[in-house]
């Protein structure tokens, strides 16, 4: 499904503000898989997804969904493959559009873009009874800009935007981060409702090891622009939050210092 | 004093009314792709050059503003492809355009002014029939507007807007930013070519500075339109057409101050000054009056 072999890269190489981000990462995801990403920060997760999404090229290595070669594609040809949910809800979604045009947009995606409509009265029906499903009664505002949106709202519209057209694989990078607890658990309830009704292979980052461990069937852990840890099935599902931070101080010699991991 | 205002003030909505095609190619950059052109400054002049040389040369006066506006959009293909295939940023992509366009304009043209006279051709408009030049601009406007309101509801059109709106999420959704910014640019500065066109003919000669400022013009009905109707008009027509409207005030107030006796080479500065003053308005605001600051879309992730 998802096949990533040895990519590297490294920001800003040759000046005092080189960063190595990725050091040879190695994934294969199968059919389904619903993968956790957990890390301190640096480690690398989100440069993985900015990898697969095409936000900037490879320095080695490829990058296969699906048996395509996406290493060379530009970021809006690989958009077909994916599904996308970024940390700031500021990004997912067109402020200054509603809420009905940014999910006409998401539809298309993928897709030629023509001189047809931009959004046809039955993709509104369609599009009112999907919001209607996200339980936060914004199938009666399907004309307000998204903008005038909450940050939870926002987040469950781009979720909506991202698996519209089923994607091959959805990426969601720490896509509740930014949510207040009570918004993050709803945001992150859809999200496995979703998942589940579409069957979506999905690569999620997270900052809960709680999330991490309770949520899909496999794990990952990076550390340094590398895998140190993947685990799945029964072993994943008895792990521990301990576990987890032992798992990384024996992996990476370090202790987990990341006030935000352990506070979760 | 109040009777020699009166009488300049229709040929102040007629020249507003052409300046509002421009204001509309302004809107569709700074507004809708969030992209300050600068090349306006030149594709205006483009455009009135060759209107006026095509009917010069005996072409059809509607065949000719056709060229024009092709000629526009030629040079905002160029700008779009300085910004995207070659990584300049918007405000150089356009000042490097403008400043070619100046020897190509010349090159056009021959010499820096050429004169259409109203009695040898057959001009659209023109202000010795200002009447009739404001009917043929409203007539202009409206079918501009029409057009573009289709558009920018189409699937390409909400793809150009999202890519204006947030270039992230536009890629995202698989929308070629690129690609739809030198789309936005071309339509832009067409539409800018066409209202040179028509102004040359209009004042009866295509001059080598008629485009000078003209971005500023352009940003200040834009801006002028949005200060006045920003609160009742929320429909993306009703936006172009405050940006005509925009250029008309523009006009008359040019209109009342000359009246008031200040002299025409002052005008650049007092157009400067209304703009800057303008643009500061909503950013004192945010700063002094209010806590709810507006948030973009382009916040990185």
Not at chain 1, 45 to 70: E, F, H, Q, R, W
């Amino acid at each position: 499904m998802l096949k990533i072999t040895n990519v590297h890269k490294t920001f800003n190489p040759g000046t005092i503000n080189e960063k190595k981000a990725l050091n040879g990462v190695d994934l294969i995801l199968n059919e389904g898989d619903f993968v956790t990403v957990i890390g301190g920060n640096g480690a690398g997760k989100s440069t993985v997804l900015n990898m697969i999404a095409g936000v900037y090229p490879v320095d080695c290595g490829s990058i296969m969904v699906d048996d395509v070669d996406v290493t060379k594609l530009p970021e809006h040809k690989r958009a077909k493959y994916l599904g996308r949910v970024f940390q700031d809800p500021m990004t997912g979604t067109a402020a200054d559009m509603n809420i009905e045009e940014n999910l006409a947009i998401a539809a298309r995606r993928g897709k030629h873009r023509s001189l047809g409509w931009g959004i046809t009265a039955k993709e509104r029906a369609e599009y009112k009874e999907r919001l209607q499903s996200l339980g936060l009664g914004l199938e009666d505002r399907m004309t307000s800009k998204v903008g005038l949106l909450s940050g939870g709202q926002r987040q469950a519209v781009t979720l909506l935007m991202a698996s519209l057209k089923k994607p091959k694989l959805l990426l969601l990078d720490e896509h509740t981060a930014a949510l207040d607890p009570k918004t993050a658990k709803k945001v992150l309830d859809l999200t496995e409702e979703i998942v589940e009704k579409d069957h979506l292979t999905t690569l999620m980052i997270t900052h809960n090891m709680k999330d991490a461990i309770r949520l899909g069937n496999r794990l990952i852990m990076m550390h340094e622009g590398k895998i140190i840890y993947d685990v799945c099935g029964e072993e994943k599902k008895n792990l521990k939050v301990a576990d987890l931070l032992a798992k990384f101080e024996e992996v990476s010699g370090e202790e987990f210092a990341n006030d935000r991991m352990m506070l979760s | 004093m109040a009777a020699s205002l009166m009488s300049a003030l229709p040929g102040s909505v007629a020249q507003g009314l052409i300046w509002g095609i421009l204001a509309i190619g302004v809107y569709i950059t700074y507004k809708v792709l969030d992209f300050a052109d600068l090349t306006v400054d030149g594709s205006l002049a483009t455009g009135g050059a060759v209107a006026v040389m095509c009917m010069i040369n005996g072409m059809h006066p509607y065949l000719a503003l056709f060229l024009a506006f092709c000629a526009g959009m030629l040079a905002g293909l160029v700008t779009g492809l300085f910004h995207t295939a070659l990584g300049i940023p918007p405000i150089l992509s356009g000042i490097l355009t403008q400043l070619g366009l100046y020897s190509i304009n010349m090159r056009i043209m021959g010499k820096a002014n050429q004169a259409i006279s109203v009695v040898q051709y057959d001009l659209i408009v023109s202000l010795r029939y200002i009447p009739h030049a404001c009917l043929v601009t409203i007539g202009f406007c409206v079918v501009i507007i029409g057009l573009l309101y289709w558009f920018f509801g189409t699937e390409i059109g909400a793809g150009v807007r999202a890519t204006g709106c947030n270039p992230n999420m536009a890629r995202a959704q698989g929308v070629n930013t690129n690609a739809y910014k030198v789309l936005g640019l071309v339509l832009s500065n067409g539409l800018v070519g066409l209202s040179g066109a028509l102004y040359a003919q209009y004042q009866g000669s295509s001059d080598i500075n008629m485009g000078r400022g003209a971005i500023v013009i352009g940003l200040a009905a834009v801006i002028i339109g949005e200060v006045i109707f920003g609160k009742i008009f929320h429909n993306f027509a009703l936006h172009m057409v405050s940006a005509v409207i925009g250029a008309i005030v523009y006009f008359v107030v040019i209109a009342v101050v000359l009246q008031l006796g200040l002299e025409t080479t002052d005008l650049k500065l007092f157009s400067a000054l209304i703009v800057a003053l303008f643009l500061a308005i909503p950013y004192l605001k945010g700063k002094y009056f209010s806590q709810t600051s507006k948030k973009g879309g382009n916040a990185d992730a």
